[in-house]
């Protein structure tokens, strides 16, 4: 028998029974759909989280002082063994090959005072390439120049919030600002960068790194942050970094995490969170699957005549098996298709009505529950399709 | 005995069926040779045996012991799928209910075993439409089988029988659902096959039909107790 004439007979058994037919399918159909849609939202959940943490350009290298096998940091404040991460180490870095700038960061929480106003904000001492390692923007005046670290002058660059916080819409630039027991002078506002993961990142002020080593009393930095050139691979940066401080504090008192690796970790993460959702909507598949396990059970039981009747004409065992499986399989495929698209017009129109809800179907998803619906409708059609193909023909052509 | 030129050759067959503890003879030791071109009537009680040497003409039941050979080759110890092709291509089945797939119109009932053999569209249009033309069932075509009437089912059932131009026709019963006019029209399509060449077997317990019959098979109890062939009386 043909493929085509199978195909066209399968079609035309399911269209006999055009209510039922459409119920069965429409069970593979909602499971689809509720795949489909609970991925999507898993899928854009994944990728609005990663382009929050993307936001300050991918190719970073955090280098943090003392050797941490496991990730993350020690407490600030605590005193710990460890060699300290110096200016001079930061600007040796900057000299490396690829390296595109590499910002000494110390970080605090102090009072800041102007205006007559005081408010609490983060305090980041770093230097000029720090507008640069983080994809920052200056709304007005500039940025931290460039300069030794010796003669690290008390200038100030405000976030946007303190900015407005301190000054509203006065003009902040050459103000006097005290920040802890030093005084600054405000050369610049940066653009406003919204929220990431609930820290307001425009509640804050730049200072030179040197100065904030001054106002916290450290002897070291918190961290470094290097950047590299798009297309470079952040082993290679990340190896040149290590064998670089390696060389200047004799052996690896240090931690360098790429950001590269961060987000490997943290893409993990979220596709587990995808399949788990994902696998809630293939419950409802499965009672989809059921029911096609059902209707052709009953389809095997009201057509026993007719598969007496394709013996006694020349059909082969497996012909009949093959009859019956493209049934189910195109049942279920149907019921695929119906539901990709309930599927997808659900997933844009929850992105219609909710539009701050992250939700994306990628293609790959769509295709996928379609060769799922395939072969759920193969598997639940295997058990009808034995039965049938196995029937005694004389015992068939002589049932009612 | 069997020359080389029977068309069907039984030998000694036997067909048991175990109903509970109790065995039942269906066939007990049946020699039968049939030529080509002849027509026959298997007539008995029912339970007599004949619908089971039907099955077994068919090839839809094996012998629990004997051969069988269809046109010089033995075709009990075939493989199921070369039975199915066997089926196909030699045998044609008419049965009392006709068996017609009630979703498909008259023309792809009898296009059916055209399909299952696996024959190329453009070749099946083709016999299909010679086919309804033969039987009278042009205008027809595109009915389904609720509505026809129940001479037009058994003349589609009948095209799809011949429709691969088998060497053997059994039919069972052929006209037990039908009423005297309409089973007499069906009975004269069958003789004119005949007539044609085609080996004609007929199951029926209806005398006058079995009657009609050159050669009357009389079964009892899985025996065979009469076999007479009638001389055609009148020539002509």
């Known amino acids: ?400 | 005995m069997a020359d080389s030129k029977s068309l069907i050759a039984l030998k000694a067959i036997d067909r048991t069926f175990y109903l509970g503890d109790s065995q039942v003879y269906a066939l007990r030791n049946v020699n039968l040779d049939i030529n080509p071109g002849e027509y026959i009537a298997v007539m008995g009680p029912s339970g007599s045996g004949k619908s089971t040497l039907l099955n077994l003409l068919g090839l839809l039941d094996r012998p629990d012991a004997g051969t069988y050979q269809l046109e010089g080759r033995d075709v009990t110890t075939l493989a199921p799928d070369e039975q199915a092709k066997v089926r196909s291509e030699r045998i044609g089945f008419i049965f009392q209910s006709f068996h017609l797939v009630p979703r498909l119109t008259a023309a792809a009932n009898i296009e059916l075993p055209l399909i299952l053999a696996g024959m190329p569209a453009a070749e099946r249009t083709k016999r299909v439409a010679q086919a309804l033309k033969e039987y009278g069932l042009v205008d027809r075509a595109q009915h389904r089988p609720n509505e026809l009437s129940g001479g037009q089912r058994q003349r589609v059932a009948i095209a799809r029988a011949t429709v691969q131009r088998p060497a053997v026709l059994l039919a069972d019963e052929p006209t037990g659902n039908l009423d005297r006019v309409t089973g007499e029209e069906v009975v004269r399509l069958l003789e004119a096959l005949n007539a044609q060449g085609m080996t004609l077997i007929v199951v029926t317990h209806d005398h006058a039909l079995g009657a009609r019959a050159r050669r009357q098979i009389k079964m009892e109890d899985g025996v065979i107790v009469s076999d007479i062939t009638h001389m055609p009386e009148q020539a002509g």
């Open chain 1, 1 to 400: 028998m043909l493929i085509a004439d199978s195909t066209k007979f399968a079609l035309q058994a399911i269209t006999s029974h055009r209510m039922r037919s459409f119920l069965t399918l429409l069970g593979i159909a909602v499971g689809i759909a509720a795949v489909i849609l609970l991925t999507s939202i898993g899928e854009g959940v994944h990728q609005f989280v990663l382009a929050e943490f993307t936001q300050f350009g991918t190719n970073v290298i955090g280098v943090s002082p003392g050797k941490v096998k496991t990730g993350g940091q020690p407490p600030t404040g605590i005193p710990t063994t460890a060699r300290l991460l110096t200016m001079e180490d930061a600007k040796s870095l900057k000299q490396l090959p690829n390296v595109t700038g590499a910002s000494p960061t110390v970080w605090g929480n102090s009072e800041v005072e102007s205006n007559g106003r005081l408010r609490r904000s983060t305090i980041y001492g770093v230097d000029a390439d720090f507008l640069h390692v983080f994809s920052s923007t200056v709304q007005i005046g500039s940025f931290l120049p460039k300069e030794g670290e010796g003669s690290s002058r008390a200038l100030v660059v405000l976030g946007s919030k303190l900015r407005h916080e301190l000054f509203g819409s006065m003009n902040p630039l050459g103000a006097r600002v005290r920040i802890g027991g030093l005084h600054f002078r405000v050369i610049g506002v940066l653009a406003a960068k919204g929220q990431f993961l609930g820290i307001d990142l425009d509640d804050t002020a730049f200072i030179p790194a040197a100065r904030a080593l001054e106002l916290y009393n450290r002897e070291g930095l918190m961290e470094i942050h290097v950047s590299y050139a798009e297309g470079i691979s952040s082993a290679t940066v990340a190896a040149a970094v290590k064998n670089q401080l390696k060389l200047r504090h004799g052996h690896e008192d240090f931690t360098v995490i790429t950001q590269e690796d961060m987000l490997k970790t943290l893409s993990n993460i979220l596709n587990i969170l995808t399949m788990a959702v994902g696998a809630l909507g293939g419950i409802s598949l499965l009672v989809g699957a059921v029911g096609i396990v059902t209707i052709m059970t009953i389809s095997v039981t009201e057509r026993t005549n007719e598969i007496g009747l394709l013996v006694a004409l020349g059909a082969r065992r497996s012909t009949i098996l093959s009859l019956f499986l493209s049934e189910s399989v195109m049942l279920a495929a149907l019921g695929g298709m119906l539901g990709l698209l309930l599927g997808a017009g659900l997933a844009q129109l929850l992105r219609f009505l909710l539009p701050t809800l992250p939700v994306h179907t990628p293609w790959s998803f769509a295709i996928g529950a379609l060769v799922m619906s395939a072969v759920i409708g193969l598997l639940a059609g295997v058990l009808p399709a034995r039965s049938a193909s196995r029937l005694d023909p004389i015992e068939a052509l002589r049932a009612e």
